[in-house]
């Protein structure tokens, strides 16, 4: 008995919006599908032209990546579908489906729900409400995506000045920094030491002792520098982490919500059950009885 009637084609959100007049005929136009264990019901790459609900058994979407591994990206049971967008589009498919057990699905050629939008306007309405509806909500979430990089979201409130200090912090830290030194200091000492009329800066070489002074004095104003970039750029990251916490704490309230929606659908369906569970078991005392 299929299990993919007018009512759970409506829990599909491209044919959420249709009346049961309109999702009865388009469960009427759709063909039974059945695939053996490790078959491939959709590959990667090849035209999209139908659209798939599971009927029974499970499958798994999967895709390869730049190193040429499965990732698998979701297992999907009865109820589910794949292969809605690029049915709708005409385009390749973006991932490969495969049976994990004998798996029944019934198919929607493109062609056949073209036909069917063709007779139902209402329908294709209801389509194009629900395609709008999710290109807005992908918007939305483009519009207030926060994982953003806290090196360029820094870098664009840099100044010339802070660029400069940033590069000879640097520079002042490393071993090329220092043997430049170390070569200044011993030539400079040399020299004072066996031509001091050149130089004209004798023991205890007050000259090179200003001069080693000055520039520790200007280098520590630059990594003094740096060092306030670097604590800005820390601020930035930090509330770049407390808008992506808080983002991850409203999409959680709304799974939240999501799975208490589930559990009431299952208790409807664990209800609708037990009273045919009961109907039946009626049914047999009274042929019992008789």
């Known amino acids: 008995m299929s299990i993919v009637t007018p009512q759970l084609l409506a829990e599909i959100p491209l044919f959420s919006n249709m009346d049961r007049e309109e999702l009865g005929e388009l469960r009427s136009i759709m063909t039974e599908r059945i695939y053996q264990p490790g078959q491939i019901c959709m590959k990667a790459g090849e035209q999209g032209t139908t659209f798939q609900v599971i009927e029974r058994g499970e499958i798994e979407i999967w895709l390869t990546d730049t190193e040429g591994k499965k990732v698998t990206l979701d297992v999907i049971g009865p109820g589910k579908f794949f292969g809605e967008l690029s049915m709708l589009s005409g385009e390749t498919r973006s991932a490969s489906a495969t049976s994990e057990e004998q798996v029944v699905t019934l198919e929607l050629s493109r062609e056949e729900f073209f036909d069917f939008l063709r007779r139902r306007p209402d329908a294709a309405i209801d389509v194009l409400t629900e395609l709008g509806d999710r290109l807005k909500h992908t918007d939305d979430i483009l519009r207030t995506r926060v994982s953003?990089?806290?090196?360029?979201?820094?870098?664009?409130?840099?100044?010339?000045g802070q660029r400069i200090a940033d590069v000879i912090?640097?520079?002042?830290?490393?071993?090329?920094?220092?043997?430049?030194?170390?070569?200044?200091?011993?030539?400079w000492i040399a020299l004072n030491v066996t031509?001091?009329?050149?130089?004209?800066?004798?023991?205890?070489?007050?000259?090179?002792?200003m001069a080693v002074s000055l520039e520790a004095i200007f280098l520590s104003?630059?990594?003094l520098i740096s060092q306030n970039r670097q604590a800005a750029k820390d601020r930035i990251k930090a509330d770049l982490d407390y808008q992506?916490?808080?983002?991850?704490?409203?999409?959680?309230s709304t799974m939240g919500v999501q799975i208490r929606e589930i559990e009431r659908k299952l208790h409807l369906i664990h209800c609708d059950v037990i009273e045919v569970k009961e109907e039946r078991e009626s049914g047999q005392e009274v042929n019992i009885v008789g």
Do not use: C
Not at 148 to 160: F, M
Not at 195 to 209: C, E, G, K, R, Y
């Open 169 to 187: 912090a640097d520079f002042s830290g490393s071993m090329p920094f220092l043997f430049i030194n170390l070569a200044v200091f011993v030539a």
């Open 244 to 252: 992506v916490n808080v983002k991850a704490e409203m999409e959680m």
């Open 221 to 223: 104003i630059f990594v």
């Open 195 to 209: 031509v001091p009329q050149i130089l004209h800066d004798p023991f205890p070489f007050q000259f090179l002792t």
């Open 148 to 160: 953003r990089n806290a090196n360029e979201a820094h870098e664009q409130t840099l100044s010339v």
